[in-house]
């Protein structure tokens, strides 16, 4: 089909990656900076999106760098190395503008907001060439590419009429289908999710961590299946963030704050949430890498939550604390190809009917009779074992252990099968 799910990584890379990382630290160590530099852009490529060019030129080489609808460009030498990347042009400077940005300045670690001669806003990047090593230029790259991408859509909502995004990346426009699909998705679950919280026997004060579960499941869910960008974006990181962040209040204090952002999100106008649906190529993700033991912890805690929401009555509950294994998990996490295969086909499950008005033709679950297709699911669990069998040999899923009797009942099961599976590599 072609649509994407899920934030990107850049921690799926190929073996010939790794090596031309090791290589760009052997050639800055002698000073063959020229080289390093080649290698380290080889280390960012990814062949099928060719993220990543270069060229030798005047003595030095020059450089683009796609992240999202932003790109960096570049030239680095024996003396230096510089990029910038243009994010909006201004219209006009308010105060109001100028403070964002000086602010903006002060927490970034390598990079600055500058004005170039057209008055565009661009973040700038510089080093010398000695100081420059493939460790800086990755983390300083990476801080410049997640803000530009980022901040053009953020800046110009927030100063309208004075901002207007520069698109210089690659950005890939989805079908009006495919808007509909996931706008209609975004409206129906958020609402369906308020409307169990306000009329289905969920006191606020007696079952705050179970409202809590309710709208962290959402927020997970709505971010991996719809993929938004700018405002729907980061409305669902400050709906996590509000939540994770140590400041002392309360679960109830907390969930009100993820209500707050997910009601915007829900009275977005249609043309604008239509905007923010797009695919795009990116070179730097969020995620940090985990093993398999991180996913095997995560199933172990929330399975127990989840039993004691069912003992207690509470069906939905439950499965809102096992959909957020899945959703935590690829919302923070970049885990083995395998188990990152088993969390989207646990969705691809769960939310059929989502996947069959993107167009997709297997039906895992009917929603109005709740019956399973066993047979397809189980072809499902063994196509992903196969496709990764060359490198983790012992991957044996033991699907022979799922229950189908209902939605609970089989998330249970589905997860129980995830924590054992064996993913010693080769």
Request: proline content about 3%; overall charge negative.
């Amino acid at each position: 089909m072609g649509i994407r799910f899920g934030r990107f990584s850049d921690s799926y890379k190929d073996a010939s990656n790794y090596q031309s990382w090791e290589a760009a630290l052997s050639y800055f160590e002698r000073a063959e900076y020229e080289d390093s530099f080649k290698s380290f852009f080889y280390y960012l490529r990814d062949i099928k999106d060719d993220n990543v060019q270069w060229a030798q030129e005047d003595g030095g080489v020059r450089f683009g760098i796609l992240q999202g609808s932003k790109k960096i460009e570049g030239f680095a030498n024996a003396r230096q190395f510089k990029a910038e990347s243009k994010i909006v042009y201004a219209s006009e400077l308010t105060v109001g503008l100028l403070r964002r940005l000086v602010e903006a300045n002060y927490v970034m670690d390598y990079c600055r907001y500058a004005l170039d001669d057209a008055n565009n806003l661009v973040i700038k990047f510089e080093t010398s060439t000695l100081d420059g090593s493939p460790y800086k230029l990755y983390y300083a790259l990476k801080e410049m590419a997640l803000h530009a991408d980022k901040q053009d859509d953020l800046l110009a909502d927030e100063f309208p009429g004075i901002l207007t995004p520069l698109e210089t990346g690659v950005k890939k426009e989805s079908s009006v289908e495919v808007k509909e699909a996931k706008f209609g998705f975004m409206q129906t679950e958020i609402a369906g999710v308020f409307e169990e919280i306000d009329k289905n026997r969920l006191n606020v004060e007696k079952h705050p961590v179970g409202i809590a579960y309710l709208l962290l499941d959402l927020i997970y869910k709505l971010d991996y299946l719809t993929k938004p960008e700018g405002f729907l974006m980061e409305s669902l990181e400050k709906a996590h963030h509000a939540f994770f962040a140590g400041d002392g209040k309360s679960i109830l204090q907390k969930s009100v704050i993820m209500r707050k952002e997910l009601q915007k999100i829900l009275d977005r106008p249609k043309d604008l949430a239509f905007n923010e649906f797009y695919d795009t190529v990116c070179t730097f993700g969020l995620t940090v890498s985990k093993g398999h033991d991180a996913l095997v912890s995560i199933i172990e805690k929330e399975l127990a939550e989840a039993r004691r929401w069912e003992e207690q009555g509470q069906p939905r509950v439950a499965l809102s604390v096992m959909g957020y294994i899945p959703g935590y998990c690829l919302f923070n996490y970049a885990l083995p190809k395998p188990d990152r295969s088993f969390l989207d086909l646990y969705y691809r499950i769960m939310e059929s009917a989502y996947f069959e008005s993107l167009g997709y033709e297997n039906r895992y679950l009917d929603p109005k009779t709740g019956i399973f297709d066993q047979k397809g699911i189980k072809a499902a669990i063994r196509s992903i074992a196969e496709m990764h069998a060359v490198r983790y040999q012992k991957l044996s899923p033991a699907y022979g252990m799922l229950r189908f009797d209902n939605p609970v009942g089989f998330a249970k099961s589905y997860f129980l099968m995830l924590k054992g599976l064996d993913l010693t590599e080769k």
